[in-house]
């Protein structure tokens, strides 16, 4: 290689491994083990289980186990550990295994689950999605639902619903009734500033699907990456402020984008300073700033 070609290399080297660096940026206090299981207080059959960043529910029921999100995009041995983890505290069948939405981080890598004997379901865009792309880590969906659809397996209710388009056009959010639990994933950050999922978002129909989740009745919310800080579950008053954050970056954004801001103005020289101590601001903003100004500035 000539010195040029070196340097380049390098550069991208050097790229490569800032954005591993990145995407392994632990959420958890780095002492935190590589995965957990969790009973979610105040249940006796509903858990959650973390690999890294990511987490996932399950709900045992007197029937058989409902799974959510195999979280094993990248990491296939997370799955063989999700599968192992409900195990250890049922001897129950798992009779499901049900995909939040279509991105991979969540739902790559589902072939234990259906090895043994689960019936994924999805939204039926996630198995459009998912058939046109082919990703071999990914299991295609066996049932899809529309709007809404309820599970009843033994002693358990778990109700899906599709609120309409947000962090995807696939996301359905799973509610337990009686145990007035909601696990909802990415679409609502607990305690933080969205990030890269903003690429593929739909932030009008966001703010819309969030005001669905916060009429909707529940207690608890378990989202698909820690709750920040501590990996804590989210309140209603998390899903307020999420909401009043994106309509903040929303508005600061269009005001800019009628001035001719968008794109370098607004990403070079925005700050949003009442977020400032958010976790993931830093990281987060210009991800945010771009979407916006693709909105008010482009008009898409
Ligand atoms: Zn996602």
Known sequence: MT???YLIAGAVLAACLGVVANAQQPAQQPAAPPFATTKVEGTDNVYVFRYGNHQAMFV?????VIATDPIGYGRPQAVVTYVDEIK???TQPIKYLIYSHHHFDHIAGGKPFKDAGATIVAHKRAKERLAVIKDPHTVLPDETMDTTRTITLGDTVLELSYLGLNHSDSTIVMRLPKQKILFAVDFI???SVPGRGM???Y???LEESIKK???MEWDKLIPGHPGQPGGRLGTKKDVQDQLAFLQDASEAVKVAARQGQCWDGVEKGMKLPKYESWPNYANGLQFILRRYCALWGRGT
Not at 60 to 64: L, P
């Open 199 to 201: 690429i593929d978002t």
């Open 88 to 90: 250890k505290v049922s």
């Open 60 to 64: 045992v029921t007197s029937a058989g």
């Open 203 to 205: 932030p009008l129909e």
């Open 213 to 215: 989740v916060l009429a």
């Open 3 to 5: 010195k040029v070609s």
């Open 189 to 191: 950050p607990v305690g």
